[in-house]
């Protein structure tokens, strides 16, 4: 998205809060969001059981659109949000639904039908990227979130504790934490390979941010994928560590460089915050 098209979510949502007296309440009050939007909310349905019936405009029984999470409906005022998602992921994408409503330049599409896909938060254009980012400046409230990180250590410890108050996944606020952080930090988000053949592991990089501190300093790391065996953190997952501390050498630049590291295994994602020594002290 262009630097312009930012301003203009940034000014709808503050607005959205503001007016919706939802500013600076935590977690964010979705239910007013939606009411101050003039929506309302249909959670009950199981989306892969519903389409788009092309002669009415209407939303009925069917099943050719699989993996549907949430969709908009203009002419019925209308959110319709999957009920088996899990209650963090809906959260998100109520206001993804509401971020559609808001932005006054979306308003020739009748519909929005969001999937995995169009709730990519790595999606970079379009109006999928602003719906997106409409729900995480929403969710997270702007400029309230990196107020709250900056009385907080640079530890995972500190965004599972920014998950519980914005109401938002540990994924999503460690994301957040790192690339709005002025300090000099990185996310790995790992997955494992289980249909490896081998007798020991497979980790995969499934995602990788940086703050603008850490690649002012180091540029930007690259990862093997599957990675290397003798990486400490593959070590960790060897070990069936859930939750962990410590320390690794990574090669930049041609140097061998120590690196503090904090280890998170939720059974879905493997989370690796990365740190220079003592760069995670307040």
Known sequence: MTETKVNQIDRI???ALKDSKSLGVFPTPIDRLIKYANLRENNKV???QFSRNSNSKSIVAGTDLPNI???????RKLIYIDSRLPDIKKRFVRLHEVGHELCPWQGNFLKYLDDDDTLNPDISSGFEAEANYFASASLFQQDYFTEHMGTLPLKLKSAVALAKMFGASIHASLRRMVETNDKRCALLILTVDRESTFWLPRLGVKNYFQSKAFTTEFGTVKWSSPLELDIEFVRDYISKRKFFTSTLFQKIGGKDLQFGY???DNKYNIFILLYPIGENKL
Do not use: A
């Open 13 to 15: 949502v503050f607005t």
């Open 46 to 48: 199981d989306l892969n």
């Open 69 to 75: 999470r949430g969709v908009l409906d203009r002419e």
């Open 262 to 264: 904090d280890y998170f």
